[in-house]
């Protein structure tokens, strides 16, 4: 099998989402009893969230206890989640894999804003098990995947052959589309506790392998270097 350059999404690809939001929760809960002197926000956040309210997180929450959702309330409660050190760990899986001794190399690419992800990034402990990290939103929103921008920077950054490089992520929406357009190989990790459920659109934005964790990797790697048939 020759050298993989594996490139890793960072979202409930390597750690659950869901935790950042919990910590989130917790922060703007934090933030909301010491300038409001107003408890239990982050039982309301969790309750509006299970409820599929995603979008509108905040707004009912502060409902829920009677409070006005007024434009700047919420702009700071946001500002105070995408800003809070998060409280996250790398999953298990993804932790025995990473912290392997390393073969070939190593990257990321990540959307969101970027000091929240750089946060996570930092609170993971990644800088030490991977060799580049991808912002994508260092270059503007507009560059967030499926642009090609980040997949032509580890091209340039890699110096390999296209199927070389395996991208290892979530989201069929946004995630698969363009690396495989460019000869790259993918691998969609799907874990049971993940937060985009949405099924690819068509075929062009499905992964070529499917996996429940990282335990599962380097059987979805050895069958991509083989060239194995895969039925979608």
Known sequence: MGEQVLVF??????????DFALSGFR???AWLAHHLGVEGFAGHCE?????????????????????????????????VYRGHQPEITLANDARRYLERVRVGLRAIITDGPAATQQ??????GLEALVDRVIFTD??????????????????????????ALVYIADN???????????????????REARVHRTAAPDEA???????????????ALRSLALGEAVSR
Do not use: C
């Open 27 to 29: 922060a703007v809960d």
């Open 47 to 79: 309750a509006a969230a299970a409820r599929g309210h995603s979008g509108r997180v905040f707004d009912t929450a502060l409902a829920a206890m009677g409070i006005a959702a007024d434009e700047a309330l919420v702009s700071q409660l946001v500002t």
């Open 119 to 124: 946060a996570k990034v930092k609170a993971l």
């Open 172 to 190: 069929p929406l946004k995630d698969f589309v363009t690396p495989r357009r460019r000869g790259w190989q993918t691998v969609m990790v799907v």
């Open 9 to 18: 999404d960072l979202d409930d690809t390597l750690y659950l989402e869901r």
């Open 138 to 163: 260092l270059w503007g929103r507009e560059f967030w995947k499926p642009h090609v921008r980040a997949y032509e920077a580890i091209e340039a950054w890699a110096n390999v052959k296209p199927d």
């Open 205 to 219: 934005h499905q992964a070529d392998r499917r996996i429940s964790d990282l335990d599962e990797l380097d059987d």
